[in-house]
C-alpha cells in the first residue's frame, strides 16, 4: 500500500497505475468508506472538499461531518445563488458542526472588466464560470494533492463513466465517493439520518447553482435538465475528467499569463480570422479590424481586447478604451522603446486604466522595463524566464539580477 500511495506523488504512467488500483481495491467499497479513506489515508492532510451546497450536497457533507467536522470545504460563492442556497449553507454549518467552511469569491476587478452589468451569463455563460468558479477555485486546489466532489453517474451521460478516484489531467486526484450513487440512494441516505434537504428541492430542482442558470426538471428528465437549460452546455468548467469528455483543465503549466506576481489562467486567445467582430469574444482584435467594424464591435456583449502594432493612431480610439478589458501590444514587432512609449501613451496621456499586456517573444530584461512603463500582465513562454519570474528575480537592462517589485522570492520549481 505505502508503495503505490508514493507512487501517486509521480506525475507519470506509474502515478496513473497507482490510481487505476485505487479504484480496483475500493471499487466495492460504500461512498463513507472511500471518503474515509481518502481522508485518512490516500490524501492525508492533501484533501479539499468542494461543495455546491445544492440539492444533494448534505449526503456528502453529513460524511465529512463524522470523518472530520474540520476538513476545509470550499463553497464558490458566486453572487448568484439563489438565496434559498445561501440559507442552506448556514443551515448545514450549524446542523453538522462543520467549523471550516470558506466562500470563494470571484475577484472585483474581472466582474469590473468582464462582467460589469452581471448579465454575462445571458450571453456568454461559459466565461460566466470562468470568471466567478474556475478562477477562484484554481490558486486553492493548487495547495492540494485532491479534491473531493459530490458527482455521480447518473446525473448525465458524460459522468456515467465517473470512477470513485480519478486522475485529473493538472496532476491531482479527485475523489468522487458517490459516483455509484442514484436519486434513491440520495433520498435514502438523507430520510435514514434525518438530514434538512435543500428548499428548493420540493420545487422539482434536482441539482442547484446559480440561480439565473437553473430551472425545475420535468418527471423522467436528468437531474441536471435544468442547468444550463437550452444550451449546449453541461458542466460549469471546474470538473477535469479523466476521459476528457467534459471539459480540460487550464493546467498550471499552460498558465503562461504573468499577472500579479503569480501564473495565472488566461481566458484570452490569440485572433483568428474565423472571428467575427460581432460574436467574438476573449481575444485580442487587430485595430485595423476595429476601425473597419466599430460598430459592431461596440454592440458585441462579450469580453474583447485590442492588439497594437507599430502605427496604429492610438489617440483616435481613446473615446472607445472603455469596450476593452486588455490591450496588448506585440513587443517583438515594435522597434527598440517604442512599446514602451506606446504603454506610457496609453497610461499618462490617454489614462487607460485597464490591462496592458505585452505578448510576443520577451527577453527578461524587457519584462522589467515593461513593468516600469506600465505593463500589468505578461504573455511568457520560455521556461528560463518564467523562473525568473516565479522566483521574483529579473535582470535590469545591464543584465544584472533584481528582486522583481512585491514579489515572493520562494524557489518554485518550472513545471514542464
Not at 486522475?167 to 438523507?190: E, G
Not at 440561480?211 to 444550451?231: H, K, M, Q, Y
Amino acid at each position: 500500500m505505502n508503495e503505490m500511495l508514493h507512487s501517486l506523488k509521480r506525475p507519470d504512467r506509474i502515478r496513473e497505475l497507482g490510481v487505476m488500483a485505487l479504484n480496483g481495491m475500493f471499487d466495492e467499497m460504500d461512498a463513507a468508506g472511500v471518503l474515509r479513506q481518502a481522508v485518512t489515508d490516500v490524501l492525508a492532510g492533501d484533501l479539499a472538499i468542494v461543495s455546491s451546497f445544492g440539492a444533494d450536497s448534505v449526503v456528502l457533507l453529513h460524511m465529512v461531518s463524522e470523518i472530520d467536522p474540520t476538513l476545509p470545504i470550499y463553497f464558490l460563492e458566486t453572487g448568484k445563488h439563489f438565496p434559498e442556497t445561501l440559507a442552506y449553507v448556514e443551515t448545514l454549518k450549524q446542523r453538522l458542526g462543520l467549523t471550516n467552511v470558506i466562500s470563494l469569491r470571484p475577484d472585483p476587478a474581472d466582474l469590473v472588466q468582464f462582467d460589469p452589468a452581471g448579465t454575462l451569463w445571458e450571453t456568454d455563460p461559459d466565461s460566466c464560470c470562468h470568471i466567478r468558479k474556475t478562477e477562484p477555485l484554481e490558486p486553492v486546489l493548487e495547495k492540494y494533492g485532491g479534491w473531493v466532489t459530490g458527482r455521480k453517474r447518473y446525473q448525465t451521460r458524460e459522468r456515467g463513466v465517473l470512477p470513485h478516484f480519478e486522475l485529473t489531467s493538472d496532476d491531482r486526484i479527485k475523489v468522487n465517493p458517490l459516483a455509484y450513487w442514484s436519486d434513491a440512494d440520495v433520498v435514502a441516505y438523507r430520510k435514514a439520518h434525518d438530514l434538512p434537504e435543500h428548499p428548493l428541492y420540493a420545487q422539482g430542482f434536482r441539482s442547484i447553482g446559480c440561480a439565473p442558470c437553473t430551472s425545475a426538471v420535468a418527471e423522467g428528465e436528468d437531474a441536471r435538465a435544468g442547468r444550463w437549460r437550452g444550451l449546449d452546455k453541461t458542466e460549469c468548467g471546474i470538473h477535469f475528467d479523466f476521459n476528457g469528455a467534459i471539459a480540460s483543465p487550464a493546467a498550471r503549466s499552460d498558465h503562461h499569463l504573468w499577472k500579479n506576481g503569480a501564473f495565472i489562467a488566461d481566458p484570452f486567445t490569440p485572433w483568428s480570422e474565423a472571428y467575427s467582430a460581432a460574436t467574438a469574444r476573449y481575444t485580442h482584435m487587430p485595430v485595423p479590424l476595429f476601425l473597419a467594424h466599430r460598430k459592431e464591435v461596440l454592440a458585441n456583449p462579450h469580453p474583447l481586447g485590442l492588439l497594437l502594432a507599430p502605427g496604429d493612431k492610438i489617440e483616435a480610439l481613446a473615446e472607445n478604451f472603455g469596450r476593452f478589458a486588455s490591450i496588448a501590444l506585440d513587443v517583438g514587432a515594435f522597434p527598440a522603446g517604442q512599446a514602451g512609449a506606446a504603454v506610457r501613451l496609453l497610461v499618462e496621456q490617454l489614462d487607460y486604466t485597464g490591462e496592458i499586456r505585452a505578448v510576443g517573444e520577451l527577453r527578461p530584461e524587457q519584462i522589467a522595463s515593461l513593468r516600469a512603463s506600465g505593463v500589468t500582465a505578461f504573455v511568457v513562454t520560455d521556461g528560463a524566464t518564467r523562473r525568473l519570474l516565479r522566483e521574483g528575480r529579473l535582470p535590469d537592462a545591464a543584465g544584472e539580477i533584481q528582486p522583481v517589485a512585491g514579489q515572493s522570492t520562494e524557489d518554485e520549481a518550472e513545471v514542464a
